[in-house]
């Protein structure tokens, strides 16, 4: 399943934490930032790879549900004509691994 969703952050002017938190528990990510480049290795976007936690973060149970979130340099925006800018969404794709 893919989705857009807002690129929130829990602290608007400094740490820069997503909330990245659902029911029942919490999303935690599994590797750093993996830059998408084009032909030239220039980044285009950037894909972050996250695991699905049940619980609170003190005390949290993994699952078989992983989420690749893919984002856009904070540069990016689309042209002046549209009052959105795309770095203010993330786009999500929602799988379950297998066990097999």
């Not at 590797?31 to 976007?45: T, V």
């Not at 549900?65 to 009052?83: A, C, D, G, I």
Request: charged share 25%; glycine share 6%.
């Amino acid at each position: 399943m893919y989705f857009f969703t807002s690129r929130d952050r829990r602290y608007p002017k400094g740490y820069n934490h997503r909330i990245r938190a659902a029911v029942g528990g919490f999303w935690k990510a599994t590797a750093s930032k993996l830059a998408i480049g084009d032909k030239k290795n220039n980044p285009i976007g950037y894909k972050t790879a996250l695991v699905y936690q049940r619980g609170t973060f003190e005390e949290s149970t993994k699952t078989d549900w992983l989420m690749q979130e893919y984002t856009l340099p904070r540069n990016t925006s689309t042209s002046s004509s549209t009052n959105m800018k795309l770095n203010t969404f993330v786009l999500c794709k929602i799988y379950r691994k297998s066990t097999e």
